[in-house]
């Protein structure tokens, strides 16, 4: 840093899904920024290696988003913490698969954990920021939610709806001295869009490679983002002190506007 500050040192911010992927990567680039990290998952197992990898400026919580007790017990047990940044990255991708083959469980699912889920945590962790006029909350959205995605309507709707929920949070908070912003990456190099390329190939009867070629080619870049990247995306919203109702593209210019 050649002797500056860190421009998060003294902050304490909470990442939901962190425990890996983009979880884990917006943590290392926020701890490379300054902040503590209090980290949250459902596998403790997966959080506790995080944490050994990552070092004693991040701990962990476990929580599941979509379940209001946990969100509650979560917010409970911070108390004693200034969480002063929420990032809500936890998300599900949910099926792929034509609408009518989805059953209402699956529907139901991908909502409770990447619609509810963001709803529950700004529900709880908004009123110390308020009360204290300040604070910053990134909701992490996705291309998806703004251009057509076949087979993926529970995803694309429910990241639509993470989209409005930004935007409408932001204009009530804002006043408030809050910042609400969302960040929508677009595919993401990692597990995840390799379970999405294995079912499309096997739905279409292509091969891995190109169900992956067919998706890529729409980037400008044609490449996806990496886990990196939407890390450092993060960081850098937050080093923006003017952003407020932003929806933030990261696609590799796979949506262009």
């Avoid at 969480?83 to 409770?112: K, M, R």
């Avoid at 300040?134 to 998806?144: E, L, P, Q, R």
Wanted: a neutral charge.
């Amino acid at each position: 840093m050649s002797g500056r500050t860190a421009p998060l040192t003294g902050r304490t911010a909470l990442v939901t899904g962190g425990g890996s992927g983009l979880g884990r990567a917006i943590t290392r680039s926020l701890l490379a920024d300054g902040a503590r990290v209090v980290i949250t998952g459902r596998d403790e197992t997966t959080l506790k290696e995080t944490v050994s990898r990552l070092g004693p400026q991040v701990s962990h919580r476990v929580c599941d988003v979509s379940r209001p007790d946990d969100v509650e017990e979560l917010a409970r047990s911070l108390t004693g913490e200034e969480i002063s940044i929420l990032v809500n990255n936890a998300g599900v991708a949910g099926p792929v698969a034509p609408l009518t083959e989805i059953t209402p469980q699956d529907w139901d699912e991908v909502f409770d954990v990447n619609v509810r889920g963001v709803f529950l945590m700004c529900r709880a962790f908004l009123p110390p920021m308020t009360g204290r006029g300040a604070g910053d909350i990134i909701n992490i959205a996705s291309v998806s939610g703004k251009r057509p995605l076949l087979r993926r309507t529970p995803y694309c709707a429910s990241k639509m709806a993470v989209i409005g929920l930004t935007t409408t949070l932001a204009g009530e908070v804002g006043p408030l001295g809050v910042t609400v912003n969302s960040l929508s990456p677009g595919p993401v190099a990692g597990p995840r869009m390799e379970r999405n390329f294995r079912l499309e190939a096997e739905r279409t009867g292509s091969t891995y490679a190109q169900a992956e070629q067919a998706f890529v080619a729409r980037s400008a870049l044609g490449r996806m983002v990496t886990e990196d990247e939407v890390g450092e995306a993060v960081s850098a919203m937050l080093r923006m002190r003017g952003l407020c109702g932003a929806d933030i593209d990261l696609s590799a210019g796979m949506v262009a506007r």
